[in-house]
Structures are given as C-alpha cells and as structure tokens.
C-alpha cells in the first residue's frame, strides 16, 4: 500500500504561485504513474496534471493553459506540481493520486479510475 502525502498548500492572492509536493512511502517513485487532481466545493473532483512512470511524458487539463508544471524528482521520491498565475477559480483542495501501472494515453491518466492510491488533500485557496 503506497501511501501519498501532499503538502504545500494555503492562501494566496490571484496572480500568485504555490509549489505543491506529493511524497511517496514506496520506492522508486518512477515506477508509479502520478497524478494530480482537485475538487472545489460543490464540484466533482477533476483532472489537473499527470506524468507518466517510463518517458516522463507529462499531460494537462484545458484550464490550466501553461500555468501549471508537474514534475518528479526520484531522489527526493516525490511529485511536484507548480501552479503560477493562479485564479480565483483554483481554489480547490488538491490531490495527489499514484498507480504503479504504466500508462501512456490520455484518456488513461486523465481518469480517476487509474489511480489507486490518494493522498489527503491540501487545500489551496486563490483570493481576488
């Protein structure tokens, strides 16, 4: 059981930037397909970024329009996603999700369905 902690979330004024992390409990983390996803109140959790366990090969939801960058770093064994720009619309809590199958397509990492393992959240709200 791979267990996922996020840390790096809090209040920021629109326009700002915040560095979320995600560390895993298993090694290596370069054997884990990683994800980020959000759920702003009243809203169904949604896709955010992912990267991929082999190539690295990173994708990203629509909204995010080269705000944000997920990357990993496997000496630290842990996911980072970068967020800049940030809008009032990105309050949200933030999740880091992980699964140690490899996958490669969009449609495969942009779904929940992929993800066995979650961290708790971090919350992160965006002030106007």
């Known amino acids: 059981q791979v267990q996922l902690v996020e840390s790096g979330g809090g209040l920021v004024q629109a326009g700002g930037s915040l560095r979320l992390s995600c560390s895993a409990s298993e090694r290596p983390i370069s054997r884990y397909t990683s994800g980020w996803f959000r759920q702003a109140p009243g809203k169904e959790r949604e896709f955010v970024a992912a990267?991929?366990?082999?190539?690295?090969?990173?994708y990203y939801a629509d909204f995010v329009q080269g705000r944000f960058t997920i990357s990993r770093d496997d000496d630290k064994n842990t996911v980072s996603l970068q967020m800049n720009s940030l809008k009032p619309e990105d309050t949200a809590v933030y999740y880091c999700a992980s699964d140690s199958r490899s996958y490669s397509t969009r449609p495969y990492l942009t779904s929940e369905k992929t993800y066995n393992y979650w961290g708790q959240g971090t919350q992160v709200t965006v002030s106007s």
């Open positions: 990267i991929t366990s082999i190539s690295t090969t990173t």
